[in-house]
């Protein structure tokens, strides 16, 4: 009998440790998944780290100081959702869907969200610093005090956004559309604005300007400048004396 014990026992605990085993191969399965169809679930203070969320479904969810550091969240949905606080260093958003969701004070820095669509997106204060944003759509997007030093957003849509107060050092805007873009107040040291046409854009009190590329950039005659920056009406090859600044 004791023998018959000890052989169970045995048997009982090859098969925990082979249990074990294969869940450490499959990280997600020690904890609740949340990938797929979590709409409007409440991810608050949740640690996803590392998690692959491509492709999911997170509309109107709470995430807000969630924890999600190298995400894997591709394609996926987080339209309305309020992510305020979270941190999302170097996640991968590629093509990911934030229209209209709260991203204040989040931090965002490495992210790689080339395509991501952040239309009407509340991003106040947050920080994306270094992040690739490469035909990003920003249109109506709030991004007031924000941080996006060395920020690619080369080709993003960046009409009717909001950049007051944002310090954009060394961040690059090559060709992209900044029709109604307010950006008083920024500090644009070092940045590149290459081929940029600033239809209707206010540019007043615009810090660091000499130090800005503005090759091929254009204006408006609605447009604001400070008065240390000289551009061409766009349509034009020169710029009229009278338009220096407003």
């Known amino acids: 009998m004791i023998r018959l014990v000890h052989a169970l026992l045995t048997a009982s605990a090859m098969s925990f440790v082979a249990l074990s085993a294969q869940a450490q191969s499959q990280p997600v399965a020690w904890s609740p998944g949340?990938?797929?169809?979590?709409?409007?679930?409440?991810?608050?203070?949740?640690?996803?780290?590392g998690w692959s969320l491509a492709g999911g479904n997170y509309s109107s969810a709470n995430m807000e100081y969630a924890f999600m550091r190298?995400?894997?969240?591709?394609?996926?949905?987080?339209?309305?959702?309020?992510?305020?606080?979270?941190?999302?260093?170097?996640?991968?958003?590629?093509?990911?869907?934030?229209?209209?969701?709260?991203?204040s004070d989040a931090r965002l820095q490495g992210i790689q969200a080339s395509g991501a669509d952040f239309r009407s997106a509340n991003?106040?204060?947050?920080?994306?610093?270094?992040?690739?944003?490469?035909?990003?759509?920003?249109?109506?997007?709030?991004?007031?005090?924000?941080r996006m030093e060395?920020?690619?957003?080369?080709?993003?849509?960046?009409?009717?956004?909001?950049?007051?107060?944002?310090?954009?050092?060394?961040?690059?805007?090559?060709?992209?559309?900044?029709?109604?873009?307010?950006?008083?107040?920024?500090?644009?040291?070092?940045?590149?604005?290459?081929?940029?046409?600033?239809?209707d854009a206010d540019l007043s009190g615009l810090k660091g300007a000499e130090t800005a590329d503005f090759e091929g950039a254009c204006v408006s005659l609605s447009s604001t400048l400070p008065a240390t920056l000289t551009l061409p009406?766009?349509?034009?090859?020169?710029?009229?004396?009278?338009?220096?600044s407003k």
């Not at 169809?37 to 409440?42: F, M, R, S, V």
């Not at 991003?123 to 924000?146: I, K, M, P, Y």
Request: with cysteine; proline share 1%.
């Open 34 to 49: 949340y990938a797929g169809a979590c709409g409007e679930c409440d991810l608050s203070g949740k640690n996803l780290t």
């Open 70 to 103: 190298g995400v894997q969240a591709g394609n996926a949905n987080f339209e309305n959702a309020n992510a305020t606080s979270a941190d999302m260093r170097g996640a991968i958003l590629t093509s990911a869907q934030f229209a209209g969701a709260i991203l």
């Open 123 to 146: 991003v106040r204060g947050a920080n994306l610093q270094t992040a690739l944003l490469v035909g990003a759509n920003f249109a109506s997007a709030d991004l007031t005090e924000s």
């Open 150 to 199: 060395s920020a690619d957003l080369s080709g993003a849509n960046l009409t009717g956004s909001w950049l007051n107060e944002t310090i954009l050092a060394g961040a690059v805007f090559n060709g992209s559309n900044m029709t109604g873009s307010q950006l008083r107040n920024a500090a644009v040291h070092g940045a590149s604005f290459k081929d940029v046409r600033f239809i």
């Open 233 to 244: 009406l766009c349509g034009t090859a020169v710029a009229p004396a009278a338009f220096a």
